[in-house]
């Protein structure tokens, strides 16, 4: 691992590795496969890019996002690393061209779409390009329970007959347990190389407000966040054009983002947005699969998503470089009703699924626990505090000792042998006489009608909270039923206590502790913030010089670093976070240059 240390600093320019991605490399350079979840932001690309310097051959990276494929490829060029892409919207001349170089070892990654790779010009060639490692990202996409399942994903199990003994890592930040089941069966990955970092991003502060007066509401927010890029989604078309055009009127840098654009509307809007020409970007989920840019500071749902792992992907396009940054969700009965005349448009075969799915989103949208712990339970991640960093935490709702209630729920749950679903724990817990419950003969349960103190909504409303805050889980791929969890043992055993939020109507409570997550400023920053917005000049100067957005010269954290740090030569330079061998080279001079007019301006003001 000292080669893949080294490669780190030198080329990335980053001093040590996060989390799970040492243990990773070192288990994918030793020839063996992996399944890496890990969430947005989290470096993923370091896991396979890494490996992919250290060793001879060309690594196969596939992905569906041509955006994504664009943005890293530019990103690696700029470090200095001889990367590529093939994917549709390149002409024969320029596809031939990329194959010429891989022929001749040119090339040490290749970035290419999954229609691509298995069309018979590649696979034509695949055999003879001498590739070491295969990549495969947003692996969830290959499975039917997913949110963006893609069938021609599921081919990429042929790439074990075509490349033998090739070590493949397959990579998602989108993956509850049952997503996780159908990568490792179609593409042949043992359960045991499985690496799951936390999915918790803990710099992005989570809030919800109620959908009325949600434009009042917005300027606000953006008011609050001036000069700062962010994202606005919204469910339709017209929707992103009305919001972007008023916003226009009172003077912000706003554009729409649709399907129903033309491919050059659609990529000189993304282009503008990447270079911090447009500031405030009202899209549809058009936008953003793969968007690698570093400085997005807040995203805002306008409307209801229809489940958790969009949410979730979506709310991680902000703060990617770690720095604090907000996501807000609108939330009204109205969007609940849009999601539900959509399902009936759906697929009859994944009704029920996506049914499910949406509840939960409306669960996180009405919650009155720790939001954050709601999307971690969701992935299958246990989280036993509150964050202390979600509207819900800064404003808690009074609680009581729910431990009793807790018990009798999980103990039905528990006596059902983990086959029925949320509704029908409830039921048994009533003491109902459903033909559900009597035709599985759950009638003769010990816990048969021990709950009748509680209605059916009360029932359902505390059911929720505990598969919320990760006490059970939700088994989309059997049924929707229950299982327990790594909490669930020292509950029944009471060895641990529980907390719930007294039922009540989520109406009576949600303004006011919305509200007041919506006032929140956003963080404060490091270094001054007067040679931060100088470095930001000389950055967007540099990127447009090479016709690159600016986040792929440096990031806002490599930035705020090199404000705090003001280095003097270019010894100190590469100690800045984010600055390897190649950048140093190349922006060193202007940066430092920049920095020491700048101290000598404001130095004798302090002096």
């Not at 370091?46 to 596939?62: D, I, K, R, S, Y």
């Not at 997503?179 to 359960?191: F, M, N, P, V």
């Not at 806002?556 to 330079?573: G, I, Q, S, V």
């Amino acid at each position: 691992m000292v080669k893949a240390l080294e490669i780190l600093r030198r080329v990335f320019g980053y001093d040590a590795f996060y989390s799970l991605q040492e243990q990773i490399i070192a288990h994918v350079l030793g020839g063996n496969d992996a399944l890496v979840l890990m969430p947005t932001g989290g470096g993923k690309s370091l896991c396979f890019q890494v490996p992919a310097l250290c060793q001879e051959g060309l690594t196969l990276v596939v992905s569906p996002l041509v955006a994504l494929q664009r943005d890293q490829v530019e990103a690696l060029k700029v470090n200095g690393v001889p990367a590529a892409l093939l994917n549709s919207t390149q002409s024969a001349k320029e596809a031939e061209a990329v194959r010429r170089d891989i022929a001749q070892g040119k090339i040490k990654l290749l970035y290419i779409s999954p229609e691509k790779l298995f069309s018979g010009s590649t696979l034509g060639q695949l055999t003879s390009w001498q590739v070491s490692l295969i990549a495969v990202d947003e692996a969830h996409c290959i499975s039917f329970w997913g949110h963006d399942f893609r069938p021609e994903y599921t081919q990429l199990g042929r790439l074990r007959e075509l490349l033998p003994g090739v070590p493949l890592i397959a990579l998602t930040a989108t993956a509850d347990p049952a997503i996780r089941r159908d990568i490792l069966r179609h593409l042949s990955i043992s359960a045991e190389s499985v690496f799951q970092s936390s999915f918790d991003r803990p710099n992005l502060h989570l809030a919800v407000l109620p959908g009325q007066r949600r434009f009042e509401r917005l300027v606000g927010f953006l008011r609050s966040h001036e000069n700062q890029v962010g994202i606005v989604y919204c469910l339709s078309r017209a929707g992103t054009e009305a919001l972007a055009e008023k916003l226009g009127r009172l003077g912000y840098r706003a554009a729409a983002y649709h399907a129903g654009l033309s491919a050059e509307e659609r990529h000189s809007i993304q282009d503008a947005f990447l270079k911090d020409e447009i500031t405030v970007l009202c899209a549809t989920i058009a936008f953003g699969m793969g968007i690698d840019k570093s400085n997005i500071r807040w995203v805002v749902h306008w409307n209801l998503p229809k489940n958790l792992e969009g949410f979730y992907q979506e709310i991680g396009r902000a703060g990617r470089d770690g720095l604090p940054s907000d996501t807000l969700l609108f939330h009204s009965y109205a969007d609940v009703v849009q999601q539900l005349k959509f399902l009936d448009e759906a697929n009859p075969d994944r009704r029920e699924l996506l049914a499910a799915k949406l509840e939960r989103m409306k669960q996180y949208a009405e919650a009155r626990i720790c939001r954050r712990r709601i999307l971690l339970s969701y992935f299958g991640e246990t989280l036993d505090r509150d964050c202390g960093n979600c509207d819900v935490c800064e404003n808690p709702p009074e609680t009581f000792d729910g431990t009793i209630i807790a018990q009798k729920f999980l103990s039905a749950l528990y006596r059902t042998g983990e086959k029925a679903t949320l509704r029908q724990c409830v039921l048994i817990l009533r003491g109902s006489r459903a033909q559900e419950i009597i035709e599985q003969g759950w009638q003769q349960l010990k816990t048969f009608g021990v709950g009748r103190e509680f209605s059916y909504n009360e029932w359902m409303e505390y059911g929720s909270q505990l598969i919320n805050a990760g006490y059970a889980a939700v088994a989309y791929d059997r049924g929707m039923t229950l299982n327990l969890t790594a909490l669930s043992s020292a509950v029944l055993k009471g060895e641990k206590s529980v907390s719930l939020v007294k039922y009540s109507r989520i109406e009576d409570t949600k303004e006011a502790a919305a509200a007041a997550a919506a006032a929140k400023a956003p963080a404060g920053e490091t270094g001054s913030p007067e040679l931060f917005e100088r470095l930001k000049e000389i950055r967007k100067s540099l990127a447009e010089e090479r016709g690159v957005p600016a986040y792929i010269v440096f990031s806002d954290k490599t930035l705020k670093d090199m404000a705090a740090k003001t280095p003097r030569n270019l010894a100190e330079f590469r100690q800045v976070h984010g600055v390897g061998e190649v950048k140093a080279e190349s922006f060193g001079v202007v940066f430092i240059e920049a920095i020491r007019k700048w101290m000598e301006r404001t130095e004798p003001l302090y002096g």
